[in-house]
């Protein structure tokens, strides 16, 4: 997938972990209007690709992206509501102090969420109705923030596994 092809929320079957190690390196170094790009990979099954990631973008070269990636650990929807939360007040205070001061460095996020379906699962062990009311509500945030009038400098994309998104629409029809 073309970094340039990703919409503000975009729902990605589980990639080969270089092609996710490759689309988030894209990201990080593309150099539009000298943003600032940061990364946050909220996972529940540890699959960030760090060992492709760091043969694209070397560590000892690159420590300046490396301070722009954030690599967090979430099981449940609460959790995902607590990160994503102090998420959006990060990019909200950033975008206040773009607005204020001119010179400011605008910033560019994109969120990868991998593992959401095991996140919806856990907490549905908990409560269904409140996991079907947390999974509504983050998604929903997560496209006001991206809706914002300056909307292009936050994306999120959303990985499943082939077999779970396989199924998923195969109910919806």
């Not at 954030?70 to 099981?75: D, F, G, K, S, V």
């Not at 206040?96 to 549905?124: E, P, Q, Y």
């Not at 983050?138 to 400098?153: C, K, P, T």
């Amino acid at each position: 997938m073309a970094l340039e092809k990703l919409k503000l929320l975009t729902v990605w079957q589980c990639p080969h972990s270089t092609l996710l190690a490759e689309l988030t390196s894209q990201f990080l170094t593309s150099n539009i209007d000298s943003t600032i790009k940061q990364l946050y990979f909220i996972d529940s099954t540890d699959r960030f690709p760090l060992q492709e990631f760091q043969d694209l973008l070397p560590p000892q070269d690159n420590q300046q992206i490396y301070d722009n990636v954030r690599i967090m650990t979430c099981l449940e929807m609460d959790e995902l509501k607590i990160i994503l939360g102090k998420l959006i007040q990060t990019v909200n205070l950033s975008r206040i102090a773009c607005k204020k001061n001119k010179t400011a460095s605008k910033s560019s996020v994109l969120v990868v969420i991998n593992g959401l379906d095991v996140m919806f699962r856990n907490s549905m062990i908990k409560n269904t109705q409140s996991a079907h009311s947390l999974l509504n509500e983050l998604l929903l945030r997560l496209r006001m923030i991206a809706n914002d009038e300056d909307g292009r400098d936050f994306k999120t994309l959303l990985v499943f596994p082939k077999r779970e998104l396989n199924s998923i629409l195969d109910s919806t029809g």
